[in-house]
């Protein structure tokens, strides 16, 4: 374990002095000392605080941290002793209720009048209830037999889009030369057409069978799971040969956990709580661009 952490604020308005006041008083609680970091603050549309923890933290002790941050409208994020924002070579990210506003097979399949059907098994995965990504997938993707291939464009027009800061931090992972991966167990007619619109370097996801016009109700070749993210996501550390520790990634569903894990910080954005639990920050409140404050 590290010897210390550092602990981010981030928050959408300036960080009350109370914060910090309240978050020492429960460091002292612990028996934990926290100091403030003197820093320059670079040019970015969200507020920022940083102090050191002398110890690291029990997963309760940063759920209740977490809870004082939200009481002050701010988020936080705890970095390990040995984290280099320097060294950080690859952003990787999940897509629905990630980067984009909806789960998109919920949505397709809403055209079917089989919405609710459909998510229920969508949160109970992501929820980590239902264990097997793979089954859940087969089993939603059966409901959407019959539906026409026109309802994914429309689904597309009509109802995606990239969450708060999903262009920002694109942007601005360009600007830093990382390696940007996006690994959905969405499917690949949403995730090519984001890497175009957002410049990802690689996308991969599911493919829905469509014959005659209409999806079939199975997909195409070996589904991409937990697994299939956390092996993508070291395929390409292997390409730019770095390792694990120097990328950061974005998820929000327990499928996201294989790939998150051991990552240089891992971001739960929006997350469910056994996701958060886990994650280095938990975003709730700023927008996906508020990562970069922490590779700045």
């Avoid at 040019?43 to 110890?55: H, I, M, V």
């Avoid at 952003?91 to 399949?109: G, K, P, Q, R």
């Avoid at 026409?148 to 027009?157: H, M």
Wanted: proline share 3%.
């Amino acid at each position: 374990m590290p010897s210390h952490l550092t602990l981010v604020s981030l928050s959408n308005d300036p960080i009350p002095q109370s914060l910090g006041f309240a978050l020492s008083q429960h460091a002292k609680v612990l028996g934990i000392e926290l100091h403030p970091i003197k820093m320059e603050r670079p040019q970015s549309r969200y507020f920022s605080e940083r102090w050191t923890l002398s110890a690291s933290l029990m997963p309760e002790a940063r759920i209740a941290m977490r809870d004082i941050a939200a009481a002050h409208s701010a988020d936080l994020a705890f970095l390990s002793s040995g984290f280099k924002s320097q060294n950080i070579r690859i952003l990787a990210m999940d897509m629905d209720s990630t980067l984009i506003n909806i789960e998109c097979i919920d949505e397709i399949a809403d055209f079917a009048g089989k919405k609710t059907a459909v998510s229920e098994i969508t949160e109970a995965t992501m929820r980590g209830e239902i264990k097997d990504f793979k089954e859940s997938l087969r089993r939603r993707v059966a409901l959407l037999a019959g539906v026409s291939a026109n309802v994914l464009e429309a689904v597309y027009k009509e109802r995606l889009r990239p969450n708060l800061g999903a262009a920002e931090l694109l942007a601005g992972a360009a600007q830093r030369d990382l390696y940007t991966l996006l690994v959905s167990g969405g499917f690949t007619f949403f995730t090519e057409k984001l890497q175009k619109e957002l410049g990802f370097k690689q996308t991969q996801a599911n493919t829905l069978e469509i014959i005659d016009g209409k999806l079939t109700g199975k997909v195409l070749g070996d589904i991409v799971d937990g697994q299939a993210k956390a092996a993508y996501l070291n395929g390409a550390c292997t390409q730019v040969d770095c390792h694990k520790s120097n990328s950061i990634t974005i998820g929000d569903g327990s499928n996201d956990l294989p790939m998150m894990h051991g990552s240089g910080i891992s971001i739960a954005y929006r997350a469910k709580p056994i996701v958060k639990e886990k994650a280095d920050a938990a975003f709730d409140r700023v927008g996906l661009d508020a990562a970069l404050l922490l590779i700045a």
